[in-house]
């Protein structure tokens, strides 16, 4: 499964070795483009999976690229980078977060990593299918009740079971002649 791709537009000043590797090590594509770059790269190219603009270049108009890459992909969110002096930014669409120019490198990947769309499965296992409807038919689980050991039953002394007496092997066979005469 390909990597997905986190676009940063117009952050070129941010572009260190530092973070970039953190960020591919974090599992992202990372594709540093200006906002000229990006615009003509819209319908030409992959979809993002992550925006994250700085407006401290071209301002509200690098707000138009997010809105032109939401039309082809809805859900696709949002971050801008902004300065911690410059608090005041009128955003026209929604955005998903906001990360801090002056933030360490390290910050930012932990800061992606819910962004980061899961994978998705080619084949359905059982547990997908049925994982959630046991769980609701087996309700939460209940606690084990000791288990008493089964007291012996006391024994009875067994008495002798009367039989019919034997009778003996030549009564049997005269009974035996005497059917089979009368059935031929």
């Not at 925006?51 to 969110?77: E, I, N, Q, V, W």
């Not at 089964?150 to 009974?175: G, K």
Request: charged fraction near 25%; charge should be positive.
């Amino acid at each position: 499964m390909p990597r997905p791709l986190l676009l940063i537009v117009d952050g070129e000043s941010l572009k260190t070795p530092g973070l970039a590797s953190a960020l591919e090590q974090e599992g992202w594509e990372v594709r540093w483009m200006t906002q000229s770059e990006a615009r003509y790269s819209v319908g030409q190219g992959p979809v993002p999976d992550l925006l994250l603009l700085d407006p401290s270049r071209h301002g509200a108009s690098s707000f138009d690229l997010a809105a032109d890459l939401r039309r082809t992909k809805p859900d696709l969110p949002v971050l801008v980078i902004q300065d911690l002096k410059d608090p005041d930014l009128s955003v026209p669409l929604p955005l998903q977060g906001v990360l801090g120019r002056q933030d360490p490198v390290q910050t930012w990947p932990p800061a992606l990593r819910p962004f980061r769309p899961r994978p998705v499965k080619d084949k359905l296992d059982t547990e997908d299918i049925f994982g959630d409807i046991l769980a609701d038919l087996d309700g939460p689980p209940q606690p084990r009740r000791p288990t008493a050991p089964i007291p012996a039953l006391p024994r009875v002394p067994s008495s002798p079971i009367p039989t019919a007496p034997r009778t003996p092997t030549a009564t049997r066979r005269s009974r035996w002649r005497r059917w089979s005469s009368t059935c031929a």
